[in-house]
T-cell receptor, first 115, second 114 residues
Framework: DAGVIQSPRHEVTEMGQEVTLRCKPI?????LFWYRQTMMRGLELLIY????????DSGMPEDRFSAKMPNASFSTLKIQPSEPRDSAVYFC?????????????FGSGTRLTVV | AQSVTQPDIHITVSEGASLELRCNYS??????LFWYVQSPGQGLQLLLK??????LVQGIKGFEAEFKRSQSSFNLRKPSVHWSDAAEYFC????????????FGAGTRLAVHP
């Protein structure tokens, strides 16, 4: 299995531009998570999906952030408009079921820099 | 509220020395426990997990962890550290009763001196 695939690996954009991050979970995994990692705040859960349905988006920082999962093999995290404080590494993770004894499998992340 | 604490932000050890990274959790029942490792520029990789049975669990890369219910702890150990173990280590806890997400500690950054 190719694991959780994220694209792009690096993104540099100007403030005010729209940014879209992409994630392909492991086939058969029906839970998907988006995390943001910064030095100051560590790992923050932004949103997670079960069976393509958003379950908890309380971690999404503000309305500029949105996430979708149109099917079981693809999810996007969009920031519009982007701001310099959004600079971080964004991780996608998936797991095979709802139960918490499953561990997550993480992607390699997208390093976002907003200038 | 449920929480996970990693008391040590940074730890430095010499290559070949033993290692113990601490993790404590707050929860009324037995949680599901995980350790992840993150090398620079990489995602998090699962080292090991515990959810029932033997309280001493073995993981990849020569790591082990012991669940101690009386201390609400799940400390990670390695008898002899290699320079390649330098990374950041995260403890994570999953709870039963309808929760579907893991709670991560703040991480411990390990440096290894030659």
């Amino acid at each position: 299995d190719a694991g959780v695939i994220q694209s792009p690996r690096h993104e540099v954009t100007e403030m005010g531009q729209e940014v879209t991050l992409r994630c392909k979970p492991i086939s058969g995994h029906n839970s998907l998570f988006w995390y943001r990692q910064t030095m100051m705040r560590g790992l923050e859960l932004l949103i997670y999906f079960n069976n393509n349905v958003p379950i908890d988006d309380s971690g999404m920082p503000e309305d500029r952030f949105s996430a979708k999962m149109p099917n079981a093999s693809f999810s996007t995290l969009k920031i519009q408009p982007s701001e310099p404080r959004d600079s971080a590494v964004y991780f996608c993770a998936s797991k095979p079921g709802q139960a918490n004894y499953y561990g997550y499998t993480f992607g390699s992340g997208t390093r976002l820099t907003v200038v | 509220a449920q929480s996970v604490t990693q008391p040590d932000i940074h730890i430095t050890v010499s290559e070949g020395a033993s290692l113990e990274l601490r993790c404590n959790y707050s929860y009324g029942a037995t949680p599901y426990l995980f350790w992840y490792v993150q090398s620079p520029g990489q995602g998090l990789q699962l080292l090991l997990k515990y959810f029932s049975g033997d309280t001493l669990v073995q993981g990849i890369k020569g790591f082990e962890a012991e669940f101690k219910r009386s201390q609400s702890s799940f400390n990670l150990r390695k008898p002899s550290v290699h320079w390649s173990d330098a990374a950041e280590y995260f403890c994570a806890v999953g709870f039963s009763g309808g929760y579907n997400k893991l709670i991560f500690g703040a991480g411990t950054r390990l440096a290894v001196h030659p």
